[in-house]
């Protein structure tokens, strides 16, 4: 095989592992979302400002934006601008776990299918490396970061036992955290695209 295409294949195939984790990722906090009737305002591909949008349904908007890194899926406000809550903590506190947990239950497919599908050694090599990319995003993910799902469980725990920030602050500490996890993503990409 001639460098040139194993290079591009390692390159496409990591891509289309990250593309994987991320998208079953979010459609974890989207199902979960959806099973406890969250209204959910949009799906969004990449970060920073929204390139394109196009209405779905029901009010839920598809929105590209600038960076494509990352996907996110934007809930109803948790919080009245007065403060109210608008639906009970456990609800998101689920929803802020359901992508974390959809990681792991993708790395638990993709370790059995390569237990009882035997596939070829690029295949096999390609699942296992996306398990354990899985895994390794959403151990990430719950990271008490804000931002990160972890810091949303931390400060929905916190809120539930009467610790709350107003919604502002809130908003606040989790854009500063999504920058500072923006930029160390995309140094870590870069660092892994640069050493195939």
């Known amino acids: 095989m001639e460098p040139a295409f194993h290079l591009s294949l390692s390159v496409g195939g990591l891509l289309a592992s990250l593309l994987l984790v991320t998208v079953g990722h979010e459609l974890g906090h989207l199902l979960v979302a959806r099973a406890l009737h969250i209204p959910v305002r949009y799906i969004a591909v990449g970060l920073g400002p929204a390139l394109w949008r196009c209405g779905l349904t029901d009010g839920l908007r598809l ?12 809930l109803a406000a948790r919080w009245s601008t007065a403060g109210r ?46 398990a354990v990319l899985s895994s390794l995003l959403a151990l990430y993910n719950l ?13 929905l725990g916190a809120a539930s036992l009467g610790l709350k920030l107003s919604p502002q602050r809130e908003a606040m500490l989790h854009r500063v955290g999504l920058r500072l996890t923006a930029t160390v993503c995309m140094f870590l990409l870069a660092a892994r695209l640069a050493a195939l």
């Open 63 to 74: 929105e590209v934006r600038l960076v494509p890194v990352s996907m996110a899926v934007g």
């Open 143 to 155: 990271i008490p970061l804000p931002g990160l799902d972890g810091g949303h469980l931390l400060i």
């Open 85 to 130: 809550g608008h639906r009970p903590l456990q609800q998101d506190i689920a929803v802020a776990a359901g992508g974390p947990l959809a990681n792991f239950l993708m790395a638990l497919a993709l370790v059995a299918f390569l237990i009882f599908a035997r596939p070829g050694p690029a295949a096999q090599a390609w699942c296992m490396g996306t």
